[in-house]
């Protein structure tokens, strides 16, 4: 029987994987140039792992396809695996930094990459009235049924801002977007967009050392995450509208066992 397309993409990606695993970066780099001419819409994030290996340029963002691939597979188990396995507690340490700060009560919430729900949960108490945007539909499904949201969308967060009409947001959260996003400017200035004067907007993101980022703004990391300059995003911030009211050190998760260290971000619309 002759391989379907899909058996065909399978057996080119696992190689090229197999090859990056063992070490062996050029020849990875060309299998998976070859898995991007099968699959140009590149559901296995072959860009990002060029990226990674410092085999490839690095892309202004994760390609909406592996984002959205990598999220449904792994919807059923997210919980588990991101909060037991990987020791991610953003969303409590924004709650705890909110409410240090004596920001408790919120008529509007935005969620944005809301996945199962972590961050609509965490803050729950908080906000009157909760949307949620997610890429991945399964996710979406498992944030339903919770029933944290008021409102919920699958969609890309960008997108949604830019087309959002209804009433602007007294506070925005976006606590696992960045390690998706490379190029900030389209993210800030839609969130700035939909932002009452005085909202809050909330996100974390990931760093490396700066030899790591050879003079770029961003880049990606050994986990297929990106990683920014903590300059990059004041700049970035401030050109949207925003005033950084602080940029807390955090550990964002562990990965094999190592913290993965970032920063913890709140800034409020001019």
Sequence with gaps: ????????????????LKLEKAGDFDS??????????????????AAVRLASMKRGEVPERAPEAYVTTLFDQ??????????????YHVPMLLRQRLIELGHTSFERMLDLGC??????GALEEMVDDATGIDLAENMVEIAHEKGLYDTLYVADAVDYLDDNDDEPFDLIAATDVLPYLGALEPL????????????????SSETLPEIEFDGRPYTVG??????????????????????????????VRHEQGAPITGHLFIARKL
């Excluded at 792994?74 to 020791?87: M, N």
């Excluded at 996945?115 to 609509?120: A, E, I, M, R």
């Excluded at 800030?188 to 996100?203: D, G, Q, V």
């Excluded at 050994?222 to 050190?249: C, K, M, N, P, S």
């Design 1 to 16: 029987m002759a391989k379907t397309e899909d058996d065909v993409l399978a057996e080119a990606y696992n190689r090229a």
């Design 28 to 45: 990875a780099a060309k299998a998976y140039a070859e898995v991007l001419i099968l699959d140009p819409e590149d559901h296995g994030g």
């Design 74 to 87: 792994h919807a059923e188990v997210f919980d588990k695996v991101l909060v037991e396995d990987l020791g």
């Design 115 to 120: 996945g199962t729900g972590l961050t609509g």
């Design 188 to 203: 800030f200035a839609a969130a700035a967009k939909n932002s009452a004067p005085r909202a809050l907007f909330c996100f």
């Design 222 to 251: 050994a986990f297929q995450r990106f990683a920014h300059q903590l300059d990059y995003v004041r700049v970035a911030l401030d050109t949207a509208g925003f005033e950084l009211i602080e940029a807390g050190d955090i550990i």
